[in-house]
């Protein structure tokens, strides 16, 4: 099912607590994207990757951390330095010469 | 960078009337423009796609237009289908990879 897998669906943090959410594909994708989705606000993106090694900042990257130790993998850790995670979380990723994006199921997470 | 902005954000039409929803983007060195479509707690699955190179693509019922000299592309959904209600993201590529618009919410009614 387009063999990019986030974990988990659903995620509940504590105030002041860090979280890591997974993303992994299986696809030989050389990017990786980490959107965040609110309601009304569409899709903004947080980290990209090119390339194993290297990542960039998105448009909302403040409170948020992530590495490329690995082409299949790409965490995103959310920090208590970003005030308001509670949003749906979404991973994608793409071929550099094929722009179609591929996202996984995403995760939920809720501050509680 | 590029900057994406997407009309209307909600859209209701009756079950067998077309819809129609615009974006434009400010980056002329984007060249990849995809719709996609997010049904209610899932992933955003791409319907259909343009490049710069083509003015226009059709796909059964769904078609894209772009228009590179004034920066904008539209979605047309013909013969509209309960089972097309869902929240439709456009979306522009650049070196950053994909911007998305902000998303119109269809609501086809039967």
């Known amino acids: 099912d387009g063999g990019i897998t986030q974990s988990p669906k659903y995620l509940f943090r504590k105030e002041g607590q860090n979280v890591t959410l997974s993303c992994e594909q299986n696809?030989?994708?050389?990017?990786m994207y980490w959107y965040r989705q609110d309601p009304g606000q569409g899709l903004r993106l947080i980290y990209y990757s090119q390339i194993v090694n290297d990542f960039q900042k998105g448009d909302i990257a403040e409170g948020y951390s992530v590495s490329r130790e690995k082409k299949e993998s790409f965490p995103l850790t959310v920090t208590s330095a970003q005030k308001n995670p509670t949003a749906f979380y979404l991973c994608a990723s793409n071929h550099g010469q094929v722009p179609e994006a591929f996202f996984g199921q995403g995760t939920r997470l809720t501050v509680v | 960078g590029e900057n994406v902005e997407q009309h209307p954000s909600t859209l209701s039409v009756q079950e067998g009337d077309s819809a129609v929803i615009k974006c434009t983007y400010s980056d002329s060195a984007s060249n990849y423009f995809p719709w996609y479509k997010q049904e209610l707690g899932k992933r955003p699955q791409l319907i259909i796609d343009?490049?710069?190179?083509?003015g226009e693509k059709k796909d059964q019922r769904i078609a894209v237009t772009l228009n590179k000299t004034a920066k904008h592309f539209s979605l047309h959904i013909t013969e509209t289908q309960p089972e097309d209600s869902a929240v439709y993201f456009c979306?522009?590529?650049?070196?950053?990879?994909?911007?998305f618009g902000q998303g119109t919410t269809l609501q086809v009614k039967p």
């Open positions: 979306a522009a590529s650049e070196s950053l990879g994909l911007i």
């Open positions: 343009i490049r710069s190179n083509v």
């Open positions: 696809l030989n994708h050389d990017a």
